[in-house]
């Protein structure tokens, strides 16, 4: 119930104590993606790019929860770190309510807008069917994800890591399970086909948010989600707003990105937009396991900062900085070493494995230089300065890479996309650690006044 060993305990451990678990729940939430893609391919290669062109919106769906749960927990961390339990608890309160108010918001507009989005990028009909198909149900399941996205955050928040590596992993026990059982109609279950992927994807997610409120209600919090505090206050809902906004931009740029590239891509061949889907997937299992990182920095980051421990902010930055760097060096030399057989988990199309591992031996330049600006980025969000991390996101999936790869394609053709990548992550990497040091170095200054 005391979260002061946010403060107190050496930086390493207590970083390792929380990024891990969150590391490992990242690794295996990473899973929901490559399951689903690998037994839908089974299915056939319209399916999977059907899953492809749906990513974009579930993306976008997911990016509002989670960038509304990063709201949530960074002003429930500083309330914590400046002593204010009673501002904690409104946070989590009232960041409840409005999470399922855009839940409800975010099933009706995912559905209704999904035909006109899958003619924007195909015209089979056979691949739009398959969308329809997956999309109807992946995004009925909304509601549930989102609450069970605000009880992560809460319980992150208070330092309960542990809690959020239980949750994913029994969600994802059970998504593996189901995919092969539904899909493919196993034992007295149906033959539902991709939309079995879908089915099986919601339930696993549902069930990580009944393992949240079966815990919340068995070991309380100190930071309570109650009906008292449900009444929306003006200042509360503009701090969440002011981190969850930028937040939830950060996260549903790489839907607008994925979009505008298909949109180059498919002036070439579908066989790109695929190589590009199975990309996302692949970099999914890479770039969770840095996110895990920054999942347990954040607290620590807000907290510290409420706390004015300036300091201690930076030490715990610059260790994330490094282990994310070493992640990212792993994934380099994997994609280098074997892309060939990390495309055949989702194709059988020699044509689409080939072109799938010229561009991951492209692609994997940009990925060491990227800790850079995902590690900003989520210190700057656990520091409450959620539109200097928007900056930084901004100039990665947007104003950098989409030139970039519209230039680039005009010479070099698909592979000038793949080369856009780490263009856009070198340069990014400089800003992103310029806008941390000016924002860090304020309230530095400030106490040596």
């Not at 037994?39 to 919106?57: C, H, N, R």
């Not at 928040?157 to 899909?183: Q, R």
């Not at 939309?195 to 549902?206: H, N, V």
């Amino acid at each position: 119930m005391n979260e002061t060993f946010m403060k107190e305990r050496p930086v390493l451990p207590l970083l390792l104590s929380l990024s891990l678990p969150m590391v490992f729940s990242m690794l295996v939430n990473s899973l929901y993606n490559i399951v689903d893609s690998f037994f839908v391919a089974q299915i056939s290669e319209d399916a999977m790019t059907a899953l492809s062109l749906v990513y974009p919106i579930q993306n976008f769906i997911n990016a509002v929860g989670i960038g509304f749960g990063i709201g949530i927990n960074a002003v429930i961390a500083f309330h914590l770190g400046a002593g204010d339990h009673h501002r904690a608890n409104q946070a989590a309160s009232q960041g409840f309510v409005l999470a399922i108010l855009h839940s409800v918001v975010l099933t009706a507009g995912g559905i209704a807008v999904m035909p006109l989005f899958l003619r924007l990028f195909t015209s089979s009909e056979s691949v739009i069917a398959l969308g329809l198909q997956y999309s109807r149900i992946a995004f009925s399941f909304t509601v549930m994800i989102v609450i069970g996205l605000v009880y992560e955050k809460v319980f992150q928040a208070v330092g309960k890591m542990n809690v959020t590596m239980l949750a994913l992993l029994c969600g994802c026990v059970a998504n593996i399970v189901l995919d092969p059982v539904l899909i493919f109609g196993l034992g007295p279950f149906p033959q539902m086909g991709i939309q079995g992927a879908a089915l099986a994807t919601g339930i696993g997610q549902t069930l990580s948010l009944a393992v949240y409120l079966v815990i919340y209600r068995a070991r309380p919090l100190s930071v309570r989600i109650s009906r008292q505090d449900f009444a929306l206050d003006r200042q509360m809902v503009r701090k969440l707003y002011a981190i969850g906004i930028p937040a939830t931009l950060n996260l549903a740029l790489p839907s607008l990105l994925v979009s505008s590239l298909n949109a180059i891509l498919a002036a070439y061949s579908e066989v790109y937009i695929l190589v590009l889907g199975i990309y996302y997937k692949l970099q999914t299992f890479l770039y969770l396991p840095a996110n895990g990182l920054v999942q347990g920095m954040r607290p620590l980051i807000g907290y510290n900062y409420g706390a004015r421990e300036y300091q201690r902010v930076n030490r715990i930055y610059s260790l994330v900085l490094c282990m994310s760097g070493m992640i990212m060096a792993l994934g380099t030399v994997i994609c280098l070493l074997v892309p060939e057989q990390l495309m055949s988990l989702f194709t059988h199309a020699p044509e689409t494995i080939q072109a799938g591992a010229t561009a991951l031996r492209i692609l994997s330049a940009g990925f060491l230089v990227s800790s850079v600006s995902v590690t900003s980025s989520g210190a700057l969000e656990g520091l409450g300065k959620g539109f200097p991390s928007l900056l930084v996101s901004l100039c990665r999936y947007l104003v950098v890479i989409i030139p970039a790869a519209f230039l680039l394609s005009r010479v070099l053709g698909a592979a000038g996309v793949w080369h856009a990548f780490w263009v856009a992550e070198c340069v990014t990497a400089v800003i992103a650690f310029a806008v941390y040091r000016r924002v860090t170095r304020q309230p530095e200054d400030a106490s040596r006044e």
